[in-house]
């Protein structure tokens, strides 16, 4: 199979798989299972749950289905930008070119609706693993763990005390990036590992690489802010320098900006190029998002 | 031990490990590590995370401890009461006598502070009973499973939407207490229970008598409502009436509301009087919560 193909094909289990791990629309009470159904349908890159899969395939990982933990992560995922374009937050409109969940249903339902996403990841990990009460733990260890207080949430946090002082050093920013968006592609990758029994080496080469994805993937982010426009991007472009925020462009313009970029993808490159299994769709995954254009 | 002794005894240890199994207030990003120990650090009767001691104590647990898993369930229902205070949902500005969450720092923040302690519930589990996957699996599905969008939040959501419709019927307004309330009770027996070793018969009596508790505690909380003082309840007294909220009360009239509770009280104390082990302080502390003031 091609890179396209087989990414489209991860993508289309994923999206089907969306829609059968949640509870039904027509559950009670149906206006929050209807609204956590909206959050996870806006689309987007699915990211996180195809390096998941992927990671999960470089193992010859048995019976084990890796599905599950992959929808986990992507709720997950979900619930952290629904949380974040709340008003209080960074009060968004848009989110991939359609209303945000809080515009289309009303606050109080957006955060239930987070709050909801946020707990199914584990009621899914802890039901769908439950002939495997080691590899539930270790599943349910790594997600809590890199959406905690310390990484995910704490990196919120500091990115929005950054955004008040317009002051944030290159030693924050990088701590900032690693946490709120490092975390969570290090761990789709761990999550993959654990899926497919790697080794603690094969788990701390996946670490890595998912450690400098994720600069990489901030650094274009921040660079398609400044270069892209809005309906290329789905959201609001040219908020950073509205604003003034500390990105690497403002630190460091663009040509060094897509050459500290450029590195941090050659390190996730070779990190993966380590494991074992076939590494090319990773490779080339790896690749492509350093050049993306939205 | 007297009740009033070995109660205040739980609690010690309780508001001991409060802070303990929290990430310390000068860890990066401090904001977000202070405001959640503010949350925590309200007071208030610490009634879930008593429960689970108790339970665990009815049985012979040998090395476990239980106090991981009651500081778990303490932060998931800190967090619940840290969101449900915030402007969009019932925009208290006061909760145990002090200044909520939002309005001692901001609304971000205690946005924040609620997600990150919900996580850091999942985050304690898989840590402090990593020797034992089996029970950390339990515990993890038992407390994602009561904070779902089946139980907990769906409780918070059907309660929002009937106070907009101001119709709810006495099978909606069960349905409600069953989730919004008893969940995270039950859940904290049956934590307990695990903990201990109980088998799915003392479970599932644990779970009924979460259940009935849940109950009589929702009905006496809405009398209080309506009879009690700001000062003495250290929230705004009078709520219900003001919004015209269905509850019992409106349903049913006092003395009817009363003997409802009753009823729900001797069916929890039924259930739990067929434990097995020393069942006093539970039936004392089942009494006690039917009767209490405040």
Known sequence: MSFPEQFSDYVGTIEAGLETYLPPATEHPTR?????RYAVQGGGKRLRPVLLLAAADLFPSGSNTALAAAMALEYVHTYSLVHDDLPCMD???????RATTHKAYDEATALLTGDALLTHSFVILTLHYSDQPTLAHHLCSELANAASSRRLIGGQMADLLAEKSNQATLAEL??????????????ALV???????ASSEE??????AG????LTFQIVDDILDA???TATLGKTAGKDAKVNKTTYLKLHGMEEAKHIAQKHTQQAVTAIASLPGNTEFLITLIREMAKREK
Chains 1, 2 share one sequence.
């Open 203 to 208: 788990l701390a080469l996946l670490r890595r």
């Open 211 to 214: 450690r400098h994805l994720g």
């Open 191 to 197: 999550m993959g590992g654990h899926i497919g029994g």
């Open 32 to 36: 929050l299972h209807e609204a956590m």
């Open 227 to 229: 270069t892209a426009g």
């Open 174 to 187: 990088d701590l900032i990036h690693l946490n709120k968006t490092a975390a969570l592609l290090e761990c």
């Open 91 to 97: 009060n968004d409109d848009l989110r991939r070119g």
